[in-house]
Nanobody, 118 residues
Framework: QVQLVESGGGLVQPGGSLRLSCAASGSISSIRAMGWYRQAPGKQRELVAVIPGGGTIYYADSVKGRFTISRDNAKNTMYLQMNSLKPEDTAVYYC????????????WGQGTQVTVSS
């Protein structure tokens, strides 16, 4: 059983910063990718950033240069450092984990609210 727990969301003014964390627990092996998604009210869930098991880190164009994704393998924790936040970054942010190669399993966290407003 794999569990993902996000934390670090909150209310921040435009131009401010937040750091989200995603702690993974359970039987985790063959990580295909870990990433962050977000969903704003009335919009579809979208990919923000992803660290593949091998390969280049990907960022959505809308967050490039402002957000940084990282992972601490020893702690089984992933982070999303968000700087220069804009009101359009307001959304529920979800942690996502994909494992396996021939059979892919996908896990989601419960989400954490990020609100950027003055």
């Amino acid at each position: 059983q794999v569990q993902l727990v996000e934390s670090g969301g909150g209310l921040v003014q435009p131009g401010g910063s937040l750091r989200l964390s995603c702690a993974a627990s359970g039987s985790i092996s063959s990580i295909r990718a870990m990433g962050w998604y977000r969903q704003a009210p009335g919009k579809q869930r979208e990919l923000v950033a992803v660290i593949p098991g091998g390969g280049t880190i990907y960022y959505a164009d809308s967050v490039k240069g402002r957000f940084t994704i990282s992972r601490d393998n020893a702690k089984n924790t992933m982070y999303l450092q968000m700087n220069s936040l804009k009101p359009e970054d307001t959304a529920v942010y979800y942690c996502n984990l994909k494992t396996g190669w021939t059979v892919v399993r996908e896990y989601w966290g419960q989400g954490t609210q990020v609100t950027v407003s003055s």
